[in-house]
């Protein structure tokens, strides 16, 4: 195995088109995908059913001692939820802290085993972490995917500069992928206008066709994963490409 590429969130939308893209790319590509359920079947593609609001720990201790390429080493942390679309003091808590369990906590416990197990090579490591342009301004109804999101945005630099002080080849990115017309954005068209003020500008751009396809953002993420020497800086938005 030359190549492994670890993405949760593989069975739909924006994670699974960055599978498939990875698999067509080259043919030493191995790509694990790990959600609650799949879609995806290829025969260098390894599913791991994982419910990533349980937990996550012992999951990534045992998956990552089974691979050991020789070129390299990819971590995605795709998988998010919009969670509870809701203003604070109307919220279920049980939906609020799922939503930062999956966002952040799962995607903080991948990343902490991750560098423990590859950082230090022989296979290149590198990290990158689906984010949001939600997670850099507030938006209301939105309370718990805009405060995950830049707090995956943090963890990403942190991780990015304590790589750098080690001296070790580990790079990290917190990527915004810009508004893509998936699952997610059908549930965020489904909001009621009491709960976010927003939601018949998202109906507007679904209506006005200017949703980027899965694949099309997947094919701009390719780029960042196969010559992240191009990208300086932690954080990027695929809309800057
Ligand atoms: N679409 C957009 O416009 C947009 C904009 C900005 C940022 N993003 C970010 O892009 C990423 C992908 O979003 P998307 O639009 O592709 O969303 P999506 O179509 O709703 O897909 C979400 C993925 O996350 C997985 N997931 C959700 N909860 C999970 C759980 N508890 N355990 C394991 N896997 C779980 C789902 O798999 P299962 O249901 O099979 O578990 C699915 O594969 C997210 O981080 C999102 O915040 C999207």
């Given at each position: 195995m030359e190549s492994v590429f670890f993405i949760t969130g593989?069975?739909?939308?924006i994670g699974k088109a960055l599978a498939e893209a990875i698999l067509a790319a080259d043919e030493k590509n191995w790509v694990v995908g790990l959600s609650r359920t799949n879609s995806l079947e290829h025969e260098r593609f390894v599913f791991v059913e994982t419910d990533?609001?349980?937990?996550?720990s012992q999951v990534a201790v045992e998956l990552f001692k089974q691979y050991q390429p020789k070129k390299k080493i990819v971590l995605v942390n795709n998988a998010g939820t919009l969670g509870q679309a809701a203003p604070m003091g109307k919220m279920d808590n049980a939906q609020l802290e799922q939503a930062f369990q999956v966002n952040i906590s799962a995607a903080a416990v991948l990343m902490n085993e991750f560098i423990r197990a590859y950082?230090?090579?022989p296979a290149q490591p590198l990290i990158l972490n689906i984010s949001s342009g939600a997670g850099k301004y507030p938006v209301d109804g939105w309370s718990a995917y805009c405060a995950s999101k830049a707090a995956l945005d943090m963890l990403s630099e942190v991780a990015a500069l304590e790589a750098q002080k080690k001296g070790n080849s580990l790079k990290v990115y917190s990527l915004a992928p810009g508004v893509v017309d998936t699952a997610m954005q059908g549930e965020i068209r489904n909001t009621s206008k009491e709960d976010f003020s927003r939601v018949e500008d998202f109906r507007k751009m679904k209506e006005e066709g200017i949703l980027a396809s899965p694949g099309q953002v997947a094919n701009k993420i390719l780029i960042l994963l196969q010559q992240p020497e191009r990208f300086e800086g932690v954080q990027q938005d695929v809309r800057h490409f």
């Open positions: 593989s069975s739909r939308g990533l609001s349980k937990e996550v950082a230090e090579g």
